[in-house]
RNA sequence: GGAGGGGUGGCAGAGCGGUUGAAUGCGACAGUCUUGAAAACUGCUGAGGGUGCAAGCCCUCCGUGGGUUCGAAUCCCACCCCCUCCGCCA
């Protein structure tokens, strides 16, 4: 959510924000809204002061027993003007709080202006792409002859856009949450956390999936839940509506968890193997900070989920996203994308963004820096440490040998008890 | 799922229709004392918003949302959450 006050100061630059970002969201009507709010907002307070002194006159005359009925007919005609002017400003800020709450963050001044990803600008490239001596297969080719992924029976039981992970296949999943979470945890000093994998409306609200993204969402039936299309979501609402003091800060949380999505409006894309499921496991980075280091808290956590790529010698690039392409809440994004040879092309795998103060103000994280300060919004920032499926995929292409089996890279074997390639 | 109990300031805990934004204690902060610290004493101590150049003035908030009333932390209704016991269950 944008500081209605800036919105207020500096409508155009606004405006601008939102082209960039081919928002055709109009301003206009939220500042009309907001004075027409300011405005009702004047009119009840004052009448409450007049409510207030002539409640205070009739306690006065009570305890001094002189005649109160004048003042209790006065009050009377003011509560009654009361709650009709109360009705009107109670609908005017509702309608004001539904427009804010679709206006998305403005961009970074360093994001590249662009109408989509064709605009991305490639930030650096990491290891080299492997020439293969034979036709590489795609993962699910790989998966289904090794036997450690089914795609076939996880449809029958599930549907589409379900995987199934077996002996070998379902090892490395786990080896590979545990590889990541050890490296995040042991050398870059995040703390781990588990949270529920199903949150209320008010956390979806915080991080700003609710209200506009409700169809990517799996919601339980009957109830005010959701299942979490990513981590980010209970764990960044870990401190709603918290005041922290100020010490605390940089918070740095990596949780792993499964994530559920809808992925309304994705069809017929990336509609084989694991690369967009409804479930999929992920690690998750997260972390709150001052709000005049955290650009330096997004280079850190993004080198973080490149130490991952760089262990596992999966050649990658950095991404930044275009004003166009850049998600809903975030002010700035580092896609890291792993070369995928079925698609013969990098391939998002973690995402890495600062939101600033967008999702703090939504969902009421503040610090104090000292005692005696006012409370701030912090800034939050969250990126994949990383996508585990999307790394399996990658990992099992990148890997392959030319007689179906597949190298386990150096840093997981420990993970998969000393397996040195899988199908031999 | 059933039966009770409870949600008040950083914490503990009063208040149960009229100077109560809220007693009291603890904590925190500032100060006195002290070579320093502790103790003791004194003072201070929530958040959000409107308006104004400012000083200030005003409004809101006692789980949440409604209602009654001139006036609600206090009364009524609904919901949410927590605790205890029983049932069920990995």
Redesign the pocket.
Known sequence: MLD??IIRQDPDRISLALRNRNSDFDISAVLRLDEDV?KR??E???L??Q??????R???A??EGTD?AH??????N??RE??AVEADL?AEEERLAGLLALIPNIPHLSVPVGKDDSANQEIKRWGEVRQFSFEPLPHWEIGARLGILDMDRASRMSGSRFALLKGLGARLERALVNFMLDLHVKEQGYTEIFPPLMVNDKSMFGTGQLPKFKEDMFKIEGQEMYLIPTAEVPVTNIHREE?LSGDVLPVKYVAYTPCFRAEAGSAGKDTRGLIRNHQFNKVELVCLSLPETSYDALEGLTSDAEAVLERLGIPYRRVALSTGDLGFSSAKTFDLEAWLPSYNAYREISSCSNFEDFQARRAGI?F?RD??????FAHTLNGSGVAVGRTWATMVENYQNADGTVTVPDALVPYMDGVTVIGK
Do not use: Q, T, Y
């Open positions: 209605i006050r300011r907002k004047a009840v307070e004052s409450r002061a409510r207030n002194e002539i409640a205070a009739i306690a006065k009570k305890r109160v003042d209790v007919s006065l009050g009377a003011v509560a009361l709650s109670v005041v503040r104090k005692v005696k300060a006012k409370p701030e």
